[in-house]
Every structure is written in C-alpha cells, then in structure tokens.
RNA sequence: GGAGAGAUGGCCGAGUGGUCGAAGGCGCAUGAUUGGAAUUCAUGUAUACGGUAACCCCGUAUCGAGGGUUCGAAUCCCUCUCUCUCCGCCA
C-alpha cells in the first residue's frame, strides 16, 4: 500500500514513478474519487456530529427529568439521511480501497530502466564457471541416472511439477539447508523462527500476495479461508503485522526454512524439465525488519548473507539489478543472485532479496517507536532467499557433476553428509 | 470433539445503555527535590482520518471482528475469530 496522503497530495508523482514499471495509474480518476470521498465522508461527519450534539442533549435532558419527547422528534429524520450518506461513501470507499489495494509499491532511485528480464543490470559476478573435458548433463540425466531422482513417481504421488529425491541426493537436499541455517544463524546474527506453512488470507494481504496474486496460491479447501504459503515472506514478515517494536529491538533479523507451495498458474511452458519450477520447493528465508533510514544498507547486507552461501558451496554466481518492469509489486528494489547452471550454460535466479520500504509495513500496521519522536512509525520490512534449497540443489548437481556421472559433495557440506565426499550410484 | 470463562489504551485492570477516549495502577516523558542516583511530588502521556499552512485547536471513528436494536452502545442482541480452564482424543 501506498502512503494515501502521498497519493492524494501528489498523484502525478505517484503515477510518473508507476509508469516506469508500465504500470498505468489513472491520477485524475482516481483524484475524482478521492474528492468524491472527501465530500461524503465531511458530509457523514457533520450528520454524525450533529446526532452526536442531539443525543448527548437528550441524555441530560432524561437525566433532569425533561419530556424529552420534543427531542427525539427533532432527530427523526436524521438517522435516515446519516444512512444514506454513509452508504454512498461505503461504495466509494469500497473503489478507492479496490484501486489502492492493488497499485504496486515506488521505485527506488536507483532502480534501472527497463521493461524484463532482459533489461537487468549485473551489478557483479563471483567464481568462474567450469570447462570440463566432458559433456556435461543436466541434473534430470545425472540425478536419475543415479537412481536418486525420480518424477515418475511424483507424477504417480501427486501430478506435473513434483520431485521425489531419494538417498545420497535427498540428504544433499537436506545439507543444504542445515548448512544455510547455520550459517546464517551462527555467522550472520539471524534468529531462527519456525512458522506455519498454512495461513489467513489477512497474512497474505499484509505482505501483498492478495488481493491481486491470488492465481499464484495454493487455498485449502476447509472451513477456514486458509493458504499453504508461497514463501517464509509470509507468515515471518506477518510476526510483525500489528505490532509496536521498541528501538532497541530493532533491526530484527529472522532466518526460517520453510517448504513454499506455488500453483504457477501463469507458467505452464516454462521450465517444465527438473526441478527448476516446482509447485513444492524448500527455501530458507531471510526477513530483515528495520529502521527507515537503514533500510538500503540492510539491503546490501541481506544480499550479501545469500551471496556468502553461493561462496561457500563454490557455486559461481553474478548479482543482478531488476529493472523498473521485473521488480515485484512489493520492493521497491531487488536484486537478483543467479547461480551458473552448466546445462544451461547460463545464470538462472536463485535468490531474490528486496526491499519493501514501508509498502508492506503500511498494510501491517508495523511500526517501531521512534525515541526521537516518541511516536509509532512504520518499520522497512526486507527478505531475500538465503537461498532456495531446490535449486541451490540443482546448481551443486550440474556444477560438481564427474565424467562418470557420480556428484562431489562440497567440502561445506560433508560434515552435514557424515563426510561423505562423493555421491555415486 | 464436549462443557465453561474470557477478549478494554504500550502493559495490567475498572466500567452492564447517556457529557466514556474510557477510572485506577504500571511503564514512559518533562519539571521539582538531590552533590549524583534511588525515593518522593507535580504535570503530561493512544491511533487513524477530515477541517487546516499547522505535530495548537475543532470534528469523526476506534473498547477482538462483522452485522443488528436505539435519539444514543465498551455496555443489549446475532454471527464469526481468538485465548484460557476442565474432560476426551492425539504426534
């Protein structure tokens, strides 16, 4: 959500800062409406006053033993006219909050132009990637030639974009995450939370999935209006919806692993070989919870945790920034770590990290008391995959792959493999 | 799953139809006392929106959420959510 005094004071702004990410913010319509509500609601206000003045006289003229028969009638018609009125505001606040509900968070400054992915700017690149002598595989080939990688039987457990992992690489999986955790608990100051995977549609409205990304969730079909959740985002960044931080709390730095569950119902085509985009995957997220004025250092820093994970498992990466038309509605900027996929003889993303500002916090009521004020004002919320288990998985198959198929567990991992160095059929 | 009790400000906690945004306490802030601190005393201390240039003032809303009754609702009625206690079940 945006800030609404913003958006009344200066729409122009607001829609010159949306167009870049081609998002068309109609400001004079939506000017028309607010001015539509502003009389209402002044109107509403007057007739509530006035009911109000009435009401509390009739309540001294009963206690003093007045007939106070004349007054009720005075007001009679009041009731009537407030409920019209108020009604005609609710419809239009019911458009306002429809328009506003869904407009996607400003852009930083430093945000690039562009309208894709392919207008991403790389900020930096770390490790070079392998030439082997080989022809290298994709991690479908190796992982079920090693008998450990089986979507047959997904597709017989469940259906199209689920994996079954067994032995070596399903501890591998799991590796991964144990090490992530650690890492960022022991050497990067993160507290470790553990939250549902299921949760109210009020989680989802606060961190910006609903009302407009709805296609992309999984809903669960019982009595509750409950969702598995698309990402740890969620239910971590919502620990903080409706609540006051004390200063000296923050910054709050939560890491959780989570399963993530996405329906994708808008990329069927895409990525339809492996694991590269499953409705299942296993993330371990990062949600930095901040003041105003340190958020974009919080940025660097969270980014710079996923990329110590990349470091340590040896895996080559670059660092991209989103350009104005493939940051998500939320952040208002992004950065993009791309790990090297040898079968794809590219870079394919691998963690997101953004930051939120106050567009989040402002649909959470998330605030900390700032001392030099005295008052609550709204906290930056930031997250970032620190990173994404499925595919950091991935990466680790094709880029320690051997001529003969078996994989080389990275030195990072081994203690997490019983010393395990190589996985081979 | 069964039975019962609750949900009030940053926190605790009064308030069962009429100047209640809400007593009292804690916490916090400022001032006084003190060499400094503790103690004590005084004063102040919610949020959002609107009228406004204005964080002065005025108005409106907010006592778990939504709806209803009424001239008037924290207080009465209905629905829902959550919490607690006891029983049952269970990893």
Same mark, same amino acid.
């Given at each position: 959500m945006l800030d609404s005094k913003l958006l009344r004071n200066d729409p122009e702004a607001v829609a010159a800062n949306l167009a870049r990410r081609g998002f068309a913010f109609d400001a004079a319509a939506h000017a028309a409406l607010e001015e539509s509500r502003k009389t209402l609601q002044v109107r509403v206000e007057e007739l509530r006053n006035e009911r109000n003045v009435a009401s509390k006289g009739i309540g001294r003229a009963k206690a003093a033993g007045e007939d106070i028969q004349p007054l009720l009638d005075a007001v009679e018609s009041l009731g009537a006219a407030l409920k019209t009125t108020d009604d005609e505001l609710a419809v239009v606040r019911a458009r306002l909050d429809d328009v506003e509900a869904g407009l996607p968070n400003l852009l930083h400054a430093s945000v690039p132009d562009g309208k894709d992915e392919a207008d991403n700017v790389e900020i930096r690149a770390w490790g070079e990637p392998a030439t082997p002598a080989f022809e290298v595989r994709d991690h479908v080939d190796l992982g079920v030639a090693l008998g450990q990688l089986d979507f047959d039987a997904a597709a017989k457990l469940t259906g199209a974009r689920f994996s079954v992992m067994r032995g070596g690489l399903a501890r591998l999986h799991r590796a991964l995450i144990q090490f992530m955790l650690d890492l960022h608990t022991e050497q990067h100051g993160y507290s470790e939370v553990y939250v549902p995977y299921i949760v109210n549609s009020d989680s989802l409205r606060g961190t910006g999935q609903l009302p407009k990304f709805g296609a992309d969730l999984f809903a669960l079909n019982g009595e509750h209006e409950y969702y598995l959740i698309p990402t740890a985002e969620v239910p971590v960044t919502n620990l903080v919806r409706d609540e006051i931080i004390d200063a000296d709390q923050?910054?709050?730095?939560? =890491?959780?692993?989570?399963?993530?569950?996405?329906?994708?119902?808008? *990329?069927?085509?895409?990525?339809?070989?492996?694991?590269?985009?499953?409705?299942?995957?296993?993330?371990?997220?990062? =949600?930095?919870? =901040?003041?105003?004025?340190?958020?974009?250092?919080?940025?660097?820093?969270?980014?710079?945790?996923?990329?110590?994970?990349?470091?340590?498992?040896?895996?080559?990466?670059?660092?991209?920034?989103?350009?104005?038309?493939?940051?998500?509605?939320?952040?208002?900027?992004?950065?993009?770590?791309?790990?090297?996929?040898? *079968?794809?003889?590219?870079?394919?993303?691998?963690?997101?990290?953004?930051?939120?500002?106050?567009?989040?916090?402002?649909?959470?009521?998330?605030?900390?008391?700032?001392?030099?004020?005295?008052?609550?004002?709204? =906290?930056?919320?930031?997250?970032? *995959?620190?990173?994404?288990?499925?595919?950091?998985?991935?990466?680790?198959?094709?880029?320690?792959?051997?001529?003969?198929?078996?994989?080389?567990?990275?030195?990072?991992?081994?203690?997490?493999?019983?010393?395990?160095?190589?996985?081979?059929?």
């Amino acid at each position: 959500m945006l800030d609404s005094k913003l958006l009344r004071n200066d729409p122009e702004a607001v829609a010159a800062n949306l167009a870049r990410r081609g998002f068309a913010f109609d400001a004079a319509a939506h000017a028309a409406l607010e001015e539509s509500r502003k009389t209402l609601q002044v109107r509403v206000e007057e007739l509530r006053n006035e009911r109000n003045v009435a009401s509390k006289g009739i309540g001294r003229a009963k206690a003093a033993g007045e007939d106070i028969q004349p007054l009720l009638d005075a007001v009679e018609s009041l009731g009537a006219a407030l409920k019209t009125t108020d009604d005609e505001l609710a419809v239009v606040r019911a458009r306002l909050d429809d328009v506003e509900a869904g407009l996607p968070n400003l852009l930083h400054a430093s945000v690039p132009d562009g309208k894709d992915e392919a207008d991403n700017v790389e900020i930096r690149a770390w490790g070079e990637p392998a030439t082997p002598a080989f022809e290298v595989r994709d991690h479908v080939d190796l992982g079920v030639a090693l008998g450990q990688l089986d979507f047959d039987a997904a597709a017989k457990l469940t259906g199209a974009r689920f994996s079954v992992m067994r032995g070596g690489l399903a501890r591998l999986h799991r590796a991964l995450i144990q090490f992530m955790l650690d890492l960022h608990t022991e050497q990067h100051g993160y507290s470790e939370v553990y939250v549902p995977y299921i949760v109210n549609s009020d989680s989802l409205r606060g961190t910006g999935q609903l009302p407009k990304f709805g296609a992309d969730l999984f809903a669960l079909n019982g009595e509750h209006e409950y969702y598995l959740i698309p990402t740890a985002e969620v239910p971590v960044t919502n620990l903080v919806r409706d609540e006051i931080i004390d200063a000296d709390q923050l910054p709050l730095k939560y =890491v959780a692993h989570t399963p993530c569950f996405r329906s994708e119902a808008g *990329s069927h085509g895409k990525d339809t070989r492996g694991m590269m985009r499953q409705h299942q995957f296993e993330k371990v997220e990062l =949600v930095h919870i =901040v003041r105003p004025e340190t958020s974009y250092a919080a940025l660097e820093e969270l980014t710079g945790h996923a990329e110590t994970v990349l470091q340590r498992l040896g895996l080559p990466y670059r660092i991209v920034a989103l350009c104005a038309g493939d940051v998500g509605a939320g952040a208002a900027k992004t950065y993009d770590l791309e790990v090297w996929i040898p *079968s794809q003889n590219r870079y394919r993303e691998i963690s997101s990290c953004s930051n939120c500002e106050a567009f989040q916090a402002r649909r959470m009521a998330a605030r900390w008391r700032n001392p030099d004020t005295g008052k609550p004002e709204l =906290v930056h919320t930031l997250n970032g *995959s620190g990173v994404a288990a499925g595919r950091a998985l991935i990466a680790v198959i094709e880029n320690y792959q051997q001529a003969d198929g078996s994989i080389r567990v990275p030195d990072v991992l081994q203690p997490y493999m019983n010393g395990l160095d190589v996985i081979a059929a």
